[in-house]
């Protein structure tokens, strides 16, 4: 039985994927950035490669996108953006690999980075080479936006591996044909099968061998090193405080109020505060966490005073800001500004604050 998106385990989704989608949304005339604020994030946070949206947010902006921009095929237009240099170190790992098999190896090892709840299996014949998409959570009516974007995505992605097309691929996809398909279908340059039993790619083996144009063993080596380390740290920091600081980090307005981080977390507030506990955690730490983080981001900007900064993290005036941040570095604003403490010294002087 799978899971559904209130229950299970969250990973949360890049944010540049719902960054991408709201430009797309705003090139058709959807006001993107109200309905960012709306479903309670912060349209200048999203514009990231390191940071992720929590999975109740990701879905309820996508369902409200489809829904009021009245176009069902937003899943396909997202796939022709995804562009490998915007998958952070997984992407440029994929670039620089040496064949379309080591990449699609890459991609599969490293799904959870773009894409938690798929999994892939690879399936392979004589003549052909067959990878399954499966879902591990009940989407609902997401999961249609989603297989768009990840089938047509890969093959978008493909050709800017090799500069063409694979003659012989296909793609494969489980129920009857969308109504919207046909108005996208100049877009996916290779075959595309409605009524199959699995949502897959399907290509020649001898493509397997097919080299990448833009490989480099070097580079290579280092990306993968950077996926296996984003990869444990996402699979091992995956408890109830990392939750909840995804919601803050990406919260608008900014700080979110207690209640708001409950109820997009689908928990009372009373287990919000217990689940913390459990990890030795409060609301207000993780809160002030992201506040440091954030003013040291805000601090570099020199066109913006103390009074602004202050403004942009929640606080009543620049004195209060000033204080906190003394409490949390043994220096102020304006030391940490004119570089007289390194911006390095402010993660090590938080945790010992908290």
Same mark, same amino acid.
């Given at each position: 039985?799978?899971?559904?998106? &209130?229950?299970?385990?969250?990973?949360?989704?890049?944010?540049?994927? $719902?960054?991408?989608?709201?430009?797309l949304l705003r090139a058709i005339g959807?006001? +993107?950035?109200? $309905?960012?604020?709306?479903?309670?994030?912060?349209?200048?946070?999203?514009? &990231?490669?390191?940071?992720?949206?929590?999975?109740?947010?990701?879905?309820?902006?996508?369902?409200?996108?489809? *829904?009021?921009?009245?176009?069902?095929?937003?899943?396909?237009?997202?796939? &022709?953006?995804?562009?490998?240099?915007?998958?952070?170190?997984?992407?440029?790992? %994929?670039?620089?690999?040496?064949?379309?098999?080591?990449?699609?190896?890459?991609?599969?090892?490293?799904?959870?980075?773009?894409?938690?709840?798929?999994?892939?299996?690879?399936?392979?014949?004589?003549?052909?080479?067959?990878?399954?998409?499966?879902?591990?959570?009940?989407?609902?009516?997401?999961?249609?936006? *989603?297989?768009?974007?990840? $089938?047509?995505?890969?093959?978008?992605?493909? %050709?800017?591996?090799? !500069?063409?097309?694979?003659?012989?691929?296909? %793609?494969?996809?489980?129920?009857?044909?969308?109504?919207?398909?046909?108005?996208?279908?100049?877009?996916?340059?290779?075959?595309?099968?409605?009524?199959?039993?699995?949502?897959?790619?399907?290509?020649?083996?001898?493509?397997?061998?097919?080299? *990448?144009?833009?490989?480099?063993?070097?580079?290579?080596?280092?990306?993968? +090193?950077?996926?296996?380390?984003?990869?444990?740290?996402?699979?091992?920091?995956?408890?109830?405080?990392?939750?909840?600081?995804?919601? *803050?980090?990406?919260?608008?307005?900014?700080?979110?109020?207690?209640?708001?981080?409950?109820?997009?977390?689908?928990?009372?507030?009373?287990?919000?505060?217990?689940?913390?506990?459990?990890?030795?955690?409060?609301?207000?730490?993780? %809160?002030?966490?992201?506040?440091?983080?954030?003013? !040291?981001?805000?601090?570099?900007?020199?066109?913006m005073n103390l009074s602004q900064v202050a403004d942009a993290?929640?606080?009543?005036?620049?004195?209060?800001?000033?204080?906190?941040?003394?409490?949390?570095?043994?220096?102020?604003? &304006?030391?940490?500004?004119?570089?007289?403490?390194?911006? +390095?010294?402010?993660?090590?002087?938080?945790?010992?604050?908290?």
């Amino acid at each position: 039985m799978r899971t559904s998106i &209130s229950t299970a385990r969250d990973l949360g989704m890049p944010a540049i994927y $719902l960054h991408l989608l709201a430009e797309l949304l705003r090139a058709i005339g959807v006001d +993107e950035q109200e $309905l960012l604020l709306r479903v309670g994030l912060d349209p200048s946070r999203l514009d &990231s490669a390191y940071l992720r949206v929590s999975q109740s947010q990701a879905s309820e902006f996508v369902t409200r996108a489809i *829904i009021e921009s009245g176009e069902p095929g937003l899943g396909i237009m997202l796939a &022709s953006e995804l562009k490998l240099p915007l998958q952070g170190a997984l992407g440029t790992a %994929v670039m620089s690999s040496r064949t379309i098999e080591e990449a699609l190896e890459l991609m599969t090892r490293y799904l959870a980075l773009p894409a938690p709840h798929l999994s892939v299996t690879r399936h392979h014949s004589e003549q052909h080479i067959r990878y399954t998409v499966s879902c591990e959570m009940d989407l609902g009516p997401l999961k249609g936006f *989603i297989m768009d974007a990840m $089938l047509f995505g890969c093959i978008a992605m493909g %050709v800017q591996l090799t !500069g063409t097309p694979l003659s012989g691929s296909r %793609v494969l996809r489980k129920g009857p044909e969308p109504t919207y398909f046909q108005r996208f279908r100049h877009r996916i340059p290779v075959p595309v099968e409605y009524g199959a039993s699995e949502d897959a790619l399907l290509l020649p083996s001898f493509h397997l061998n097919h080299p *990448i144009r833009f490989r480099n063993d070097r580079l290579a080596s280092s990306a993968r +090193e950077q996926c296996e380390q984003a990869l444990q740290e996402l699979t091992g920091d995956a408890g109830f405080a990392c939750r909840v600081r995804r919601v *803050i980090e990406t919260s608008h307005p900014f700080p979110p109020k207690l209640a708001r981080v409950a109820a997009t977390l689908f928990v009372s507030e009373r287990t919000l505060k217990r689940r913390l506990q459990e990890e030795d955690a409060s609301f207000q730490n993780l %809160v002030d966490q992201v506040r440091l983080e954030r003013a !040291g981001e805000l601090l570099q900007d020199m066109d913006m005073n103390l009074s602004q900064v202050a403004d942009a993290l929640g606080y009543a005036d620049a004195a209060n800001f000033t204080r906190a941040f003394k409490r949390w570095t043994g220096s102020s604003p &304006s030391q940490y500004r004119n570089g007289s403490i390194p911006a +390095e010294a402010a993660a090590p002087a938080m945790s010992v604050a908290l």
